[in-house]
Nanobody, 122 residues
Framework: VQLQASGGGSVQAGGSLRLSCAAS????????ISWFRQAPGKGREFIAA????????LYADSVKGRFTISRNSAENTVYLEMNSLKPEDTAVYYC????????????????WGQGTLVTVSS
């Protein structure tokens, strides 16, 4: 499975961005796709997850109510809609996938896309 993340950019606080994660290859094996982020000098943090078949979603408390994860099965793409962005949301955002539910630890995910940088200015 190959993942391609895109959509990052620079935005002012309070603004919005939509990230995309396009999956290709053996996508029929994918059970879950998640978003993580990594701020400078920090570890990789779980943001949101969605199951590929049912669309069940899970969010970190830090983004609940502001971010929305969704998927378009026909396009093999997962989206992360980010609203009310804050400077502390500044990070490199990664999408990751696995063939089963592996939780929120980045160490458990088998497939990773390259990161896309989100910068939120105050």
């Amino acid at each position: 499975v190959q993942l391609q993340a895109s959509g990052g950019g620079s935005v002012q606080a309070g603004g919005s961005l939509r990230l995309s994660c396009a999956a290709s290859g053996r996508t029929w094996n994918v059970y879950v796709i998640s978003w993580f982020r990594q701020a400078p000098g920090k570890g990789r943090e779980f943001i949101a997850a969605i199951t590929w078949s049912s669309g069940t979603s899970l969010y970190a408390d830090s983004v609940k109510g502001r971010f929305t994860i969704s998927r378009n099965s026909a396009e093999n793409t997962v989206y992360l809609e980010m609203n009310s962005l804050k400077p502390e949301d500044t990070a490199v955002y990664y999408c990751a996938a696995d063939r089963e539910w592996v939780g929120v630890s980045p160490d458990k995910y088998d497939y990773w896309g390259q990161g896309t940088l989100v910068t939120v200015s105050s």
